[in-house]
C-alpha cells in the first residue's frame, strides 16, 4: 500500500517498556528499541522506516520525542534521513566501521593454537587550530556526558575507597576487557589489563622494563614521541622503513636481534597506512624468531570510514607476545589522561612493581567515572556519533582540495588525519613555515623521519575542525600550493 510517493514504512509494535514504568526517559528507550531492531537485522539494510508523524500515533509519543530519536540514530550512523524521502537503514550498520572482523582464516588460526641530534620540532596538537586538529573533538561530547566521566557515582567511590588495585580499577578492567574483545577482537581477562595515563605511560613503562641494553626496531618515519620515550630511557633504536601495507618486515636483520618492535598497525603515525593482515602475520613470525615482543600502539583504530578496521596484532598473538596499547584521550579529550594495555603474562608482575616503584597510578576518580562511560554504552553511542562527524569533515576538506588535480592525498581512508603530498620541488619545511603566516599549522612529514627519506608531504589533521574552518584553511591552502607552483615555474632552467 502506498501513499504519496514512497511506500508506507513497516508497522513497528509498541515497545512493552513503553507500557511500563521505566528509569528511561522515552527518548533512551525508543532510541535503543529501533537500534535493536537495526542491528539485531530485523529492519534490513535499505528498509523504509514509518514516518515519525505514524509512529508517534501508534505509540502515543509525542511526535517531537520521535524527531529526536531518529536525529540521534541518524547522528549514530544507523539511519539515513532525507527531505521529502523519508528515512531508511543504513546499507552498513556503524559498529561493522568501528569494531575488528573475523575472518574464518583468523578464526581458524586462533583456535588452532630522525637522529636524537636532531629532533623534530615539537608542535603540540590542538582542536580547532586548522590543519594540526588531529585530536577528538571535545565539542562533540555532550554536556552531561562530560560530567558523567568527571563524577562517578557515590557507590562506585565508597567501594574504591576500601578497595585498590596497581593494576587499576578491577571493574573498569572487565569492562575494557569486555569492549577490546567486540571491538578489537581481543581476547584476555581483566588481570591482563593495566590502567595507564595514555599511550606515552604505556611506552615510558615498557622501555623501563625492557631496560637501557634493549633494542628496540620502530616505524621510519614514525611516532616522534616514541621515539624519545626509548631514547631517554636508553634503548637502543634500529629504523624500519614503511611502505603502503606498513612497517617493511623484512628488513628486520636476523643479524641485528631486537627485544621489541613497536608499530602503529591501524593507522601508521605519521603516514596513515594500514599494515594488511599478511604483514601483521609475517611480524608475529619475526618476532617469534627472534624472541622479540611486539609493541601495538593501536592509534586511530576507532576511526573507520570505508570498511571495518582489521583485527589487531593481538588478537592473532597466539604465543602471548605482543603488547596491545589503547588510548582513551584520543577519542573523548587529550586532557582526560586515561589508557590501558593489555600485557603477556610473563611481563606483567614486571610492570606492576614498576608501577608501585614509581607511583604511577592513574587517579580512581577518573577510572570510575569512565567505566559508567563504558558500561551504559555512553561510550560506543560516542564513537558512532563521532566518526560519522569526522567522515564528514574529511569529506568536505578533501572535496575542496581536490579542486587542484594535481595534489595527492593518502592516509584518508581512517584517523584523524592524512597526508597531503607536495611537488616534488617544494621544500616542505619552507612551505608549513609560509603556511604560518596564513595561521595555519602545518607538520612536514621529514620531521617524523630518522633514516629514511621520504617525498615532501605535510600532515592534514582535520577532525576538531569546523566546517567553516576547514572552507577557509582550504583556500588558503590551495593558493599557497599555488603561489609555490608558479614560483617554481619561473625559474628559469640552465
Known amino acids: 500500500m502506498t501513499r504519496g510517493k514512497r511506500p508506507v514504512g513497516l508497522d513497528l509494535v509498541l515497545p512493552f517498556e513503553l507500557t511500563e514504568h521505566s528509569l528511561s526517559t522515552k527518548h533512551q528507550l525508543l532510541c535503543r528499541f529501533l537500534e535493536h531492531l537495526i542491528s539485531s537485522g530485523r529492519l534490513q539494510s535499505g528498509e523504509a522506516l514509518p514516518s515519525t508523524r505514524t509512529l508517534a500515533q501508534r505509540w502515543g509519543v509525542?511526535?517531537?520525542?520521535?524527531?529526536?530519536?531518529?536525529?540521534?540514530?541518524?547522528?549514530?550512523?544507523?539511519?539515513?534521513?532525507?527531505?521529502?524521502?523519508?528515512?531508511?537503514?543504513?546499507?552498513?550498520?556503524?559498529?561493522?566501521?568501528?569494531?575488528?572482523?573475523?575472518?574464518?582464516?583468523?578464526?581458524?588460526?586462533?583456535?588452532?593454537?630522525?637522529?636524537?641530534?636532531?629532533?623534530?620540532?615539537?608542535?603540540?596538537?590542538?582542536?580547532?587550530?586548522?590543519?594540526?586538529?588531529?585530536?577528538?573533538?571535545?565539542?562533540?561530547?555532550?554536556?552531561?556526558?562530560?560530567?558523567?566521566?568527571?563524577?562517578?557515582?557515590?557507590?562506585?567511590?565508597?567501594?574504591?575507597?576500601?578497595?585498590?588495585?596497581?593494576?587499576?580499577?578491577?571493574?573498569?578492567?572487565?569492562?575494557?576487557?569486555?569492549?577490546?574483545q567486540i571491538y578489537r577482537g581481543i581476547d584476555c581477562s581483566p588481570q591482563d589489563i593495566v590502567i595507564t595515563h595514555g599511550i606515552r605511560h604505556c611506552l615510558d613503562l615498557i622501555s623501563r622494563v625492557l631496560g637501557k641494553e634493549a633494542v628496540v626496531a620502530m616505524e621510519d618515519p614514525g611516532y616522534y614521541w616514541a621515539r624519545r620515550i626509548f631514547n631517554c630511557s636508553g634503548n637502543t633504536i634500529i629504523d624500519i622503513p614503511v611502505d603502503d601495507a606498513g612497517l617493511i618486515v623484512e628488513a628486520l636483520s636476523p643479524a641485528s636481534p631486537v627485544q621489541a618492535i613497536y608499530v602503529t598497525p591501524s593507522h601508521q603515525a605519521p603516514l596513515g597506512v594500514c599494515m594488511s593482515m599478511a604483514r601483521r602475520k609475517a611480524l608475529l613470525a619475526s618476532a617469534t624468531a627472534a624472541n622479540a615482543i611486539i609493541i601495538e600502539d593501536d592509534y586511530d583504530s576507532e576511526y573507520n570510514y570505508g570498511s571495518a578496521p582489521l583485527p589487531a596484532i593481538k588478537s592473532i598473538d597466539t604465543n602471548d607476545r605482543v603488547i596491545f596499547c589503547g588510548s582513551f584521550n584520543k577519542t573523548l579529550f587529550s586532557n582526560f589522561r586515561l589508557g590501558f594495555m593489555v600485557i603477556p603474562k610473563h611481563l606483567q608482575k614486571k610492570v606492576i612493581n614498576l608501577i608501585e616503584d614509581t607511583g604511577q597510578t592513574p587517579g580512581i576518580l577518573g577510572?570510575?567515572?569512565?567505566?559508567?562511560?563504558?558500561?551504559?554504552?555512553?561510550?560506543?553511542?560516542?564513537?558512532?556519533?563521532?566518526?560519522?562527524?569526522?567522515?564528514?569533515?574529511?569529506?568536505?576538506?578533501?572535496?575542496?582540495?581536490?579542486?587542484?588535480?594535481d595534489l595527492q592525498i593518502s592516509g584518508e581512508q581512517s584517523g584523524l588525519h592524512f597526508v597531503l603530498w607536495l611537488p616534488a620541488d617544494i621544500d616542505e619545511r619552507e612551505f608549513c613555515v609560509r603556511a604560518a603566516l596564513f595561521n595555519l599549522c602545518l607538520q612536514p612529514v621529514s620531521a617524523f623521519t630518522s633514516s629514511h627519506a621520504v617525498k615532501p608531504g605535510v600532515l592534514i589533521g582535520y577532525a576538531a575542525l569546523t566546517d567553516t574552518q576547514i572552507n577557509q584553511a582550504a583556500a588558503c591552502l590551495l593558493d599557497l600550493v599555488k603561489s609555490f607552483t608558479q614560483c617554481i615555474e619561473r625559474v628559469p632552467i640552465g
Open 367 to 405: 577510572q570510575l567515572a569512565l567505566n559508567q562511560f563504558l558500561c551504559t554504552g555512553k561510550y560506543v553511542r560516542h564513537l558512532r556519533i563521532s566518526r560519522q562527524t569526522y567522515q564528514h569533515r574529511r569529506d568536505l576538506l578533501i572535496s575542496k582540495l581536490r579542486e587542484n588535480p
Open 62 to 180: 509525542s511526535r517531537g520525542t520521535l524527531e529526536t530519536v531518529f536525529d540521534q540514530l541518524r547522528e549514530e550512523g544507523f539511519i539515513i534521513r532525507k527531505r521529502g524521502a523519508g528515512s531508511v537503514v543504513c546499507a552498513t550498520l556503524p559498529d561493522n566501521l568501528i569494531a575488528a572482523a573475523r575472518t574464518k582464516e583468523l578464526q581458524v588460526e586462533l583456535d588452532t593454537h630522525r637522529s636524537s641530534d636532531s629532533p623534530a620540532p615539537i608542535t603540540y596538537l590542538q582542536p580547532y587550530v586548522p590543519f594540526i586538529a588531529r585530536l577528538a573533538d571535545p565539542g562533540l561530547l555532550e554536556e552531561k556526558d562530560v560530567k558523567s566521566l568527571c563524577t562517578p557515582s557515590a557507590k562506585d567511590l565508597a567501594t574504591a575507597v576500601s578497595a585498590s588495585s596497581l593494576g587499576g580499577d578491577e571493574n573498569l578492567r572487565k569492562s575494557i576487557c569486555d569492549h577490546i
